[in-house]
């Protein structure tokens, strides 16, 4: 769709990153002395999106969706098969070399363990320096210290952290740490994989408050990677929910969680648990069976039909639904279902799904219920 | 919320008073990882312990299974359960108990289950060891069980090793394992971590299930305010080793009266609040403690701390079902 | 953002009250003095590599030196033992044993650290290139290596000490050294191996650091302690395989020149008539190589990232 409209690309100023068809695939190899290619893990299998200037774009999903990956692809960590990533307008996808190092400063990564991400024989000092050698920015040694001591001060450390060693810090110092590293090159762009899940729950808050401080003061653009979805919806803007490498819904943060149109977007958020007795106990929990497929060998048509409690016969199983705008729904919010619609409007009801054991897949059909809208049954109604 | 005819009235099935882990290092001062923790558990009650890493809510679970490594910890105090003092109990006697009297259902599915041997063979064992059934029957129990905590296609899962599972299916089996000899307690030890959400959401739906059907008790250890809202009816608030707030979770969440569990609760992003807000977050680590004895361990990421919270260890008050220890809790009045 | 709270004021303060950071290398210097093994270890190789630096001071006769006073009373079925002046008594020469047992030393210290020294500086090469680089390059050198070490060492290490044309020093440390040489690549690899996956890394990749300095600052560094201690216990197997090798009369022949090996080998004939001859310097051996492997013992305990707090 999107590779026809190029000329968005051009009047779109406010555009930082599109991401166009984008596939990254795994080869599996066997065999112990000439290692050959038996087959392919589909890590991100086609996503397209969008990211504007100062926005912060959230992606969740469960391990095993590819949300990492797809991340990683964008800072070009991981290399894509095809489709092509536009950064501020170059393509990133095919960069090499010296041009792509230097790219590397506009667009930074926040990790997740922040522990394992700082080498651990480095001061934090120097692992902050690099990144200033790296592109050219550093001053001279007293420049450099103000340059840091200011760093240190906007992620709310003290300047006398700047001579100590990562294992000397607690999990939150540690990720701000991590985050000054990713500013002190003054990037346009941070991808933040999972920024809080490894921290304690009472410093997360800390943690979250300051990405957007620093969103604020700074004018950054993130593209934040988590499987919480109450943490994601609270720093994004717009939400991509990711299933089995493909974006299956994308939304303004508010919509995507007062009317979220896709059944995995809707079990997904029925499954959060929240810190309140009374909506535990009156909420209406959507269950869905079985295991995430494997992505080596998804299922075909809508990657989300095997555990769909809402799948119909006609084409869920044959065609995989491409994300459009549905009926009565915001021109921003997109989904990729079939039935989306009737689905919101009450047409077609909750089934039955019999749980499907995943180890290996057969990627024939699933042992649903057979077929035919007759047999969807009228649950909790 | 609590199944009828469980409570049988005399008195609670576990009852912890005053346990105390004590680590002791060479050549460095002993960590104190629980210092003084006393609970109880009725027949068929939820009990929850929340709080963060090095609460000391994992080395409590151990002890009262007496996991702890043999050298190293000094356990004081006490764990009556049916009468007996588990700390007080021998080797063999307490191996005995665990397996009959008490499951239990770790983090990591995959390190807690015996990677050569299948997955049926491991429930049989516990069968016929404590139940004394023979092989056949231990095997169409084991088949019961599977199927009972929701694996597709038992009969033939009987046979798998847990490598062929996938993360939620482990922990499944696990569960199956805990409860093949129908303990009077099942201890969860962060049983969802290790899962992705819509896992999560059919595990503790099963655990749900299972205590409301065979009447359990379940003792649920987690990080997670909002697994322990939806599923237990007491909860524990730990902090630094000792039990700061402990209610019923509606009272608990609705009027947090300890300034930890208040911040707790305010800090957690949710699905239903305004992303426009700042988080109100705790400031500090974990590791930003006072000692207990001449304090307030929380003080110092305390909002509402006074002079008395860095000199005198706040008292241990119980009122209207409620515990506390705080010198200036939140007015019952705020939420 | 509100305004600082008392906590963050007081933690700012705590930071800032030490004034330098503990690196991971102090840390371990820290545990390496406080363990009794590392000491006994390292008093053991300093006491050797005084005794070896200072050798020409300390022993009083030269190593070729014979003695009348020795000869007179060398016949066969007797060789003299401590006496005045001599304290170890008589070789099977009439040399001085006490002389020959220090000046050995030396010998012994020059060929277990340079073979230990070559065989790491081009183990370290290959390893880094081999783990850095990856692809044809690691598949070839580690096949290459893995020939190498499918060899008995001390086969390998005398085969190559007799493909030379006349044995020597030169051709001892060369047998040795090559010896150790995949040992130290296969060992290298694998922890750049597991450095290049790590976290880290791919951090300083996203920082955009150069991969030249991605390999020397994050990789190399992180990699090179099991290399390290390895490099300590392979100084205790080096002079075993030294003395091994001239102890096989594969090593310098030249019976001016004292050597723990080859006054073992020499002994040999002796044992009935003066065991001590070969006692003294098997002891030598013994004791030198425990301490290099205490020390090294303790050091890899020191480097192991589970013993710190």
């Known amino acids: 769709m999107t590779s026809t409209e190029n000329a968005t690309t051009v009047t779109d100023t406010d555009l930082l990153l599109e991401v166009d068809d984008l596939a990254v695939h795994f080869p599996i190899t066997s065999g112990v002395l000439f290692e050959r290619t038996v087959g392919h893990v589909r890590a991100v299998d086609g996503v397209s999106l969008r990211v504007h200037r100062g926005e912060t774009y959230g992606l969740v999903g469960e391990s095993g969706c590819g949300k990492s990956t797809l991340g990683r692809a964008i800072l070009r960590l991981v290399d894509p098969t095809s489709g092509s990533v536009l950064f501020d307008g170059t393509d990133v996808a095919t960069l090499k070399g010296e041009p792509l190092r230097r790219m590397r400063r506009r667009f930074q990564m926040v990790f997740q363990d922040p522990l394992s991400s700082l080498d651990p024989r480095q001061s934090v000092e120097s692992l902050l320096t690099e990144g200033l050698r790296a592109h050219g920015l550093s001053r001279g040694g007293e420049a450099d210290r103000a340059r840091l001591t200011e760093l240190m001060d906007a992620v709310g450390l003290p300047s006398g952290a700047l001579r100590r060693y990562p294992h000397e810090f607690s999990g939150g110092q540690r990720q701000r740490i991590g985050i000054a590293r990713a500013l002190c090159v003054e990037p346009d762009l941070i991808v933040a994989d999972e920024p809080v899940s490894a921290l304690d729950v009472s410093v997360q808050a800390q943690v979250l408050n300051l990405l957007s401080r620093l969103q604020r003061e700074l004018g950054l653009t993130y593209l934040v990677i988590a499987h919480d979805l109450a943490v994601v919806r609270h720093v994004s803007d717009r939400v991509g929910v990711m299933y089995l490498g493909g974006i299956v819904e994308e939304a303004p943060a508010g919509d995507l969680y007062s009317d979220p149109l896709h059944p995995y977007t809707r079990a997904l958020l029925s499954a959060v648990p929240v810190p309140d007795p009374q909506v535990e106990d009156d909420r209406e929990r959507i269950l869905l069976t079985g295991d995430l497929p494997s992505p080596a060998a998804p299922p075909s048509g809508c990657r989300f039909h095997t555990r769909c409690p809402w799948r119909q016969a006609d084409r869920c199983d044959t065609e995989r639904p491409q994300l459009r705008v549905p009926e009565g729904a915001g021109p921003e919010h997109r989904v990729a279902c079939h039935h989306a619609e009737a689905i919101r409007d009450g047409r077609i009801t909750r089934h039955e799904v019999a749980p499907e054991a995943v180890d290996q897949s057969s990627g024939t059909g699933p042992a649903a219920p057979e077929q035919g809208g007759s047999l969807t049954e009228f649950l909790g109604r | ?335 | 953002m509100s305004a600082p709270t008392t906590w963050a004021r007081r933690r700012r303060a705590r930071i800032d009250d030490t004034a330098q950071g503990r690196s991971l290398g102090a840390d371990a210097l820290r545990r390496l003095r406080r363990n009794p093994v590392a000491i006994t270890g390292a008093v053991i190789i300093a006491v050797f590599v005084l005794i070896s630096v200072f050798a020409p001071l300390l022993a009083p006769h030269g190593p070729a030196e014979a003695f009348p006073q020795l000869l007179d009373r060398l016949r066969p079925g007797e060789i003299p033992g401590a006496q005045d002046g001599f304290p170890l008594g008589s070789d099977q020469n009439g040399r001085d044993e006490f002389s020959r047992m220090i000046l050995a030393s030396r010998q012994t210290l020059l060929v277990g650290v340079l073979a230990t020294v070559f065989g790491l500086v081009f183990g370290v090469l290959i390893g880094v290139v081999a783990g850095a680089v990856g692809g044809w390059a690691d598949t070839v050198l580690m096949r290459v290596t893995d020939v190498l070490l499918s060899i008995p060492s001390l086969l390998l290490a005398i085969s190559v000490a007799a493909l030379a044309a006349r044995p020597s020093q030169t051709t001892v440390i060369i047998a040795v050294a090559l010896v150790n040489v995949p040992i130290f690549a296969r060992l290298l690899r694998g922890s750049m191996l597991a450095q290049r996956e790590s976290d880290h890394v791919l951090a300083a990749t996203a920082l955009g650091v150069k991969r030249p300095a991605i390999v020397v600052r994050h990789m190399l560094p992180n990699a090179i302690g099991p290399v390290i201690v390895q490099a300590t216990l392979t100084l205790a197997t080096a002079i075993l395989d030294a003395a091994a090798l001239s102890f096989l009369g594969l090593g310098d022949a030249d019976p001016a020149r004292a050597e723990w090996g080859l006054m073992l080998a020499t002994a040999q004939p002796y044992l009935d008539v003066r065991p001590a001859l070969a006692l003294y310097p098997a002891l030598a051996i013994i004791v030198v190589a425990l301490g290099f492997t205490l020390f090294g013992e303790a050091l890899r305990e020191a480097l192991d990232p589970k013993g710190r707090r």
């Open chain 2, 1 to 335: 919320m609590t199944p009828a005819g469980a409570r049988s009235g005399d008195g609670p099935l576990l009852d912890v008073r005053d346990l105390s882990v004590r680590f002791t290092r060479r050549g460095e001062p002993d960590t104190v990882a629980v210092d003084g923790i006393s609970f109880d558990i009725e027949p068929g009650e939820v009990v929850g312990l929340v709080g963060e890493s090095g609460c000391g809510k994992s080395v409590t679970s151990l002890a009262i299974m007496g996991l702890l490594p043999g050298r190293g910890p000094k356990v004081g105090g006490e764990v009556r359960f049916g009468g007996d003092d588990l700390l007080a109990l021998s080797d063999s006697a307490l191996r005995e108990r665990r397996g009959r009297d008490l499951g239990m259902v770790f983090q990591d599915p995959l390190s807690s289950l015996n990677p050569v041997v299948p997955v049926g063979v491991q429930i049989t064992e516990a069968l016929t060891r404590h139940r004394g059934m023979d092989k056949k029957a231990a095997r169409t129990e084991a088949i019961t069980l599977l199927e009972r905590v929701g694996i597709p296609d038992p009969a033939r899962r009987v046979t798998s090793y847990p490598h062929q599972m996938s993360g939620g299916m482990r922990q499944r089996a696990l569960i199956a394992i805990a409860l093949a000899c129908r303990p009077r307690l099942l201890i969860a030890d962060e049983p969802t971590t290790a899962l992705d959400v819509t896992i999560q959401a059919q595990i503790l739906e099963l655990l749900r299930e299972l205590v409301a059907e065979t009447g359990t008790a379940l003792m649920m250890i987690t990080h997670d305010l909002g697994v322990v809202a939806g599923l237990c009816d007491r909860v524990n608030v730990l902090y630094a080793g000792r039990i700061v707030e402990r209610a019923e979770r509606h009272r608990l969440f609705a009027t947090p009266r300890h300034p930890y569990t208040h911040g707790l609760i305010g800090s957690i992003p949710r699905l239903d609040s305004d992303p426009e807000l700042e988080l109100p977050a705790i400031p500090g680590s974990v590791n930003d403690n006072l000692p207990w004895d001449t304090a307030c361990a929380f003080a110092p990421r305390c909002p509402r701390e006074i002079g008395r919270c860095t000199e005198v260890t706040p008292g241990v008050e119980t009122a209207a079902s409620r515990l506390l220890r705080c010198h200036n809790p939140v007015p019952a009045t705020s939420a």
